[in-house]
């Protein structure tokens, strides 16, 4: 989950460098470090900083290193603490080999054991230096193939970026089960974690793939697999500017992502679906005809796209009645899952990289299901190894905490949905009219919500001092229940629990007292009056209630309880509404507390790592 940036050009490398790690900050912030070569006198600068990318800024305009050649990194720890010694870059014993490590070595301990065994002195706790230390190893004057030798001997997941100082015209990336993308410029290039990185300096950008290195020089970049064979590039036009990755004048990323609610839903419908109800996705990869071979579906996710996954199941099962099962992709990956070629996996992930996810679809294809992933970003790993993607077209998303990327993930699960509802003939036309009108009026009824921000934003400043919430819901909006808890847990560190209201009185209803505020999603449905009844229980133990209801409905109008109203929309499609008003009150909360929302406490935006 670490951000890797490495540059090799005609420009002085390091201000590209800390400007690249600014914006990828969000992918970690325990610490970070540079190392830039100089031609001059032939030594390496290296730099770090047991602290967000600021600190390391600070460091460097005292005194900038000069160089055309380096690398940079600001990192999420997982071997050894955020110090100033276990901060990337690491290096090998004559400190001649730099190395930025993204991911977990798991038999790094065997590898120093030998590496020491042999003469090879550590300084650190990490497990990345043990990748120095064998590449000096294997080091015979060919610097590509002692890379090679090298990784051929770890287990575990790495993306890296690796520069000698006895090549100073070289730079070499790697990946395996790790993000990494190579950024081609005019007589330049750059070593990514990801695309945002890179886009200011150009939109021409290199996709890795699984288990392949790039080595770039000044005539450009060769790639090859890890064992050596050659690869034909993968190369991409990227269709956003840095501009969506900037604050645009808000005060966090995330009140800028929240507020790109409405354009997230138009940007996942648009071109997608006409007003008869047909869906098409441009790189969806399976035709009808495999599609209705599916007997059964099986969704895998991790975290706020698990949730997502959750409401897709509703969303399937209604429309296209077809069984569908939700699991943690960390617990599908590791048990024996009953799936075979009728069954389709989709995997629901934001980046596209997540460990636990990518895992899960790989173990799919090993057992010949379909699969087909849901994610932001393009060319990303699980796309590229997926039957068919849907691709949520939401723009960068810089906030640790996922809030128009959830938005856009549901209305992709809409549209998928419809599409296998309209091929097994499931919905009358009316039906598909009716619901395809209910999805376009979606974005402004959003902003309808977001018109209204400082009503929330009162809430949350009432609420703020209390450190235990409930958050209950029931059918489709049950996990907007659980989702409006994990962001209230995310950004403001408070404890939050989300339950189904139906099972309120089977155990949690133990914990409410005053003290216990609980957030009821009670906009119009078909069990209203029973949602009524599991906030008539939340009263009569004095817990606070904060009600989300629908504009115009009155069946709350007699119960003592803080309401915020939503614009009314159907049901089926109130989730996309309901949950940017939690997002804005776990958001306005935050704040309260002065908590950092983009980049809250032992969090990174996409889990790389298990």
């Not at 990518?358 to 393009?378: G, P, W």
Request: glycine letters at 8%.
């Amino acid at each position: 989950m670490c951000g890797i940036i490495g540059y090799l050009g005609e420009r002085s490398a390091a201000p590209i460098i800390m400007a690249s790690l600014k914006r990828l900050e969000y992918r970690g912030y325990d610490s970070a470090g540079v190392a830039i070569f100089n031609e001059a006198d032939g030594q390496t600068s290296v730099v770090k900083s047991a602290a967000k990318v600021d600190t390391l800024v600070e460091r460097l305009t005292e005194e900038m290193p000069e160089g055309r050649l380096g690398i940079g990194h600001t990192r999420w720890a997982t071997h050894g603490r955020p110090t100033v010694i276990n901060a990337h870059p690491h290096t090998d014993c004559h400190k001649q080999i730099m190395v930025i490590h993204n991911g977990i070595i798991e038999n790094f301990a065997e590898l120093r054991k030998d590496l020491q065994a042999r003469g090879h002195v550590f300084i650190s706790e990490t497990d990345t230096e043990v990748v120095p230390h064998l590449i000096e190893e294997n080091d015979q004057g060919d610097l590509v193939a002692a890379v090679r030798a090298a990784l051929t001997k770890l287990r575990g997941a790495y993306a890296m970026a690796i520069f000698s100082q006895k090549d100073p015209d070289l730079l070499i990336g790697a990946r395996l089960n790790a993000p990494l993308v190579v950024g081609i410029g005019d007589k330049e290039w750059f070593v990514a974690s990801d695309i945002t990185a890179v886009i200011p300096y150009t939109k021409k950008v290199l996709l890795l793939g699984e288990g392949e290195m790039v080595s770039i020089t000044r005539l450009g970049p060769e790639v090859s697999t890890i064992g050596g064979a050659s690869v034909k590039p993968k190369i991409i036009e990227v269709k956003w500017d840095i501009s969506q990755a900037q604050k645009g004048g808000y005060p966090h990323f995330m009140a800028k992502e929240i507020n790109e609610a409405p354009e997230a839903v138009s940007n996942a419908l648009r071109g997608r679906l006409t007003d008869e109800g047909e869906v098409t996705f441009e790189e969806f990869g399976l035709t009808d005809r495999q599609l209705l071979k599916i007997s059964n579906i099986k969704m895998v996710a991790a975290g706020t796209s698990y949730y997502a996954a959750l409401l897709g199941k509703y969303i399937v099962e209604d429309l296209a009645r077809i069984p569908v099962e939700v699991e943690p992709a960390s617990e599908f990956r590791y048990r024996q899952p009953i799936i075979d070629q009728d069954t389709l996996v989709i995997g629901v992930s934001q980046s596209g990289e997540t460990a636990d996810t990518l895992a899960a679809i790989r173990e799919a294809r090993e057992r010949k299901s379909k699969v087909v992933s849901i994610t932001n970003v393009v060319g990303s790993s699980m796309a590229l190894e997926s039957d068919g993607v849907i691709y949520l077209h939401a723009g960068p998303e810089i906030g640790v905490a996922s809030t128009k990327t959830f938005i856009a993930h549901l209305t992709c699960l809409y549209l998928l949905g419809i599409r296998l509802a309209a091929i097994r003939h499931r919905l009358a036309p009316e039906r598909l009219r009716e619901l395809t009108a209910e999805l376009k009026t979606l974005p402004e009824a959003v902003q309808s919500v977001l018109d209204r921000a400082e009503q929330i934003q009162a809430l949350a400043k009432k609420y703020s001092g209390h450190r235990n919430f409930m958050y209950i819901g029931r059918g489709i909006n049950y996990p907007i229940a659980l989702e409006g808890a994990l962001k209230l847990k995310e950004i403001s560190y408070l404890h939050a629990e989300g339950y189904a209201a139906g099972e309120l009185k089977h155990g949690p209803i133990a914990l409410l007292d005053g003290g216990f505020p609980v957030f009821a999603v009670a906009t119009q449905a078909a069990t209203l009056e029973k949602m009524v009844s599991n906030i008539q229980e939340v009263i009569a133990r004095d817990a606070p209630v904060i009600a989300l209801v629908t504009a115009g409905d009155h069946t709350l109008d007699e119960i003592e309880a803080d309401r915020f109203e939503v614009p009314e929309v159907s049901e089926f499609v109130s989730p996309i509404v309901n949950v940017v008003a939690l997002q804005l009150f776990a958001y306005f909360v935050a704040t309260e507390r002065g908590c950092n929302v983009d980049q809250p406490r032992n969090l990174a935006k996409s889990v790389t790592v298990e």
